[in-house]
């Protein structure tokens, strides 16, 4: 079982090489599953029982099932569909020596460079063309090994091994192709959309990594791939989400966009997205404001983003006591400065919906002299405040183009998530609450 839910992440990562087509690939599985898509522009009817979608940017999505119109709360799961990587700029194309052609990009988050050199990348995205009424969005995956990024030989640098800094204007542009690859950039992206060149007005195109994922380890029990930073916590979300639901809670599966970058977009978890996807499903269902209000305070979400392992070859950047490692359970992310949203109250639910099902826990807490990144957790509560425990699935190399994790993880993930979405966390005052099935 573990082997196949790993081959069906390594084919969803492998059709998602942009965010648009992470979304993409989600709609289509919620539309196969019986779910109906919303549009923020338009009035909504919702039934009791029913099953819905609305994305926003075509890089976000929220999902949800309502059980009934007297539901106590909202549980949510949260990941997002970026992953650090190079977007092309405007007018990309940039000759050198009039020989070669490169394109140039600028970095899109917080990325390993040297991970990106030598191997084989292509292009992924949407574009905007025109149309007889307008502008519609194509999606483009230029599907072939297009470009690489070369290093430069060390008998050229024989100071490549001592810690190279890299500048991403110089060192990190990709080689596309020789001379005669001049002007042909924009008709490649058309012909990958199925639109002539002319009809192309604008384009948010990135860099991805061409390289297959492996199954490896002694006993098979490590993956590498792309993009598991946040795929996988996406993936599981899915998966649980399609199959877990609960008579008193409404389950919401949210994936946002920008939170390698701050998630301050329209699209972010740091926008009133969420907060307006749970406002609007109160009112539809002719709830009043109070109802939303006491439904939030005894809603719960799962922020899920992956965590960091312990590194073999780097064991003294790991806390001391509280260690992590892949295929030993679900990672709950502490910080005593907020930076992930758990606290005491969060963690015990968390566990114990765990513990039921025999899904494996660890904790993950910064060393004190090494400040951590946020999640969307914390964010995404500035908008709507809520209970939230920050988990993830332990990995190796976060923020490589190519990361590792551990094969039973994801089991251990998807197996948390459901028991979570088949659970409903009701507060019987703060700091008290139940746990109905």
């Known amino acids: 079982m573990a082997l196949e839910q790993v081959q069906e992440l390594f084919d969803f990562i492998e059709k998602s090489p942009s965010c648009f087509h992470v979304i993409d690939n989600v709609k289509k599985t919620l539309v196969e599953e019986g779910f109906e898509e919303l549009f923020e522009n338009k009035k909504w009817q919702l039934q ?20 009934g119109k007297d539901f106590a709360s909202f549980h949510i799961i949260a990941s997002h569909s970026d992953s650090p990587t190079f977007k092309i700029k405007d007018n990309p194309e940039q000759q050198v020596k009039g020989k070669y052609v490169q394109l140039n990009t600028e970095k899109y988050g917080g990325m ?9 990348l292509s292009v992924a995205g949407r574009a905007l063309v025109k149309t007889d009424k307008g502008v519609e969005t194509k999606l483009v995956n230029i599907d072939r090994d297009l470009v690489v990024i070369p290093n430069l030989a060390i008998h050229l640098d024989r100071t490549a091994n001592d810690g190279m800094k890299y500048n991403p204007q110089v060192n990190l542009l990709p080689l596309y192709g020789d001379a005669a690859s001049k002007d042909t950039f924009d008709k490649l992206v058309a012909e990958a959309c199925g639109v002539q060149e002319e009809d192309l007005l604008s384009t948010d195109l990135f860099l991805y990594n061409r390289m297959k994922p492996a199954v490896w380890g002694a006993h098979n029990e490590y993956m590498s791939c792309a993009k598991l930073d946040d795929l996988e916590c996406a993936f599981s979300s899915l998966k649980a989400f399609v199959k877990g639901g609960n008579k008193e809670s409404v389950s919401v599966c949210a994936i946002f966009d920008n939170e390698e970058v701050g998630s301050s977009t329209k699209q972010g978890a740091n926008s009133t997205f969420l907060y307006d996807v749970l406002k609007r499903v109160n009112t539809a269902l002719g709830r009043s404001e109070e109802d939303y209000h006491t439904a939030v305070a005894s809603s719960f979400m799962l922020s899920a983003d992956n965590a960091h392992a312990l590194h073999p070859n780097h064991p003294g950047m790991t806390d001391p006591t509280n260690l992590v490692f892949l295929n030993e359970g679900i990672v709950i992310k502490h910080n005593a400065n907020q930076r992930y949203t758990t606290d005491a109250v969060s963690s015990a639910i968390f566990q114990k919906l765990c513990k039921e099902q025999n899904v494996p826990c660890q904790h993950f807490v910064n060393r004190s002299d090494i400040m951590g990144g946020s999640t969307l957790g914390n964010i995404a509560n500035s908008h709507v405040s809520l209970n939230t425990v920050d988990i993830g699935m332990a990995q190796l190399a976060m923020h490589s183009s190519y990361e590792t994790a551990g094969v039973l993880d994801l089991g251990y993930m998807i197996a948390g998530m459901e028991a979570f979405y088949n659970s409903a966390v009701i507060a019987e005052c703060d700091g008290t609450y139940e746990i109905h099935k």
């Open 112 to 120: 390993i460079f040297s991970t990106w050199f030598d191997r084989p």
């Open 48 to 67: 009791e029982g029913g099953k819905y979608f609305v994305t926003r940017n075509l890089s976000s999505i929220i999902a949800f099932k309502v059980p």
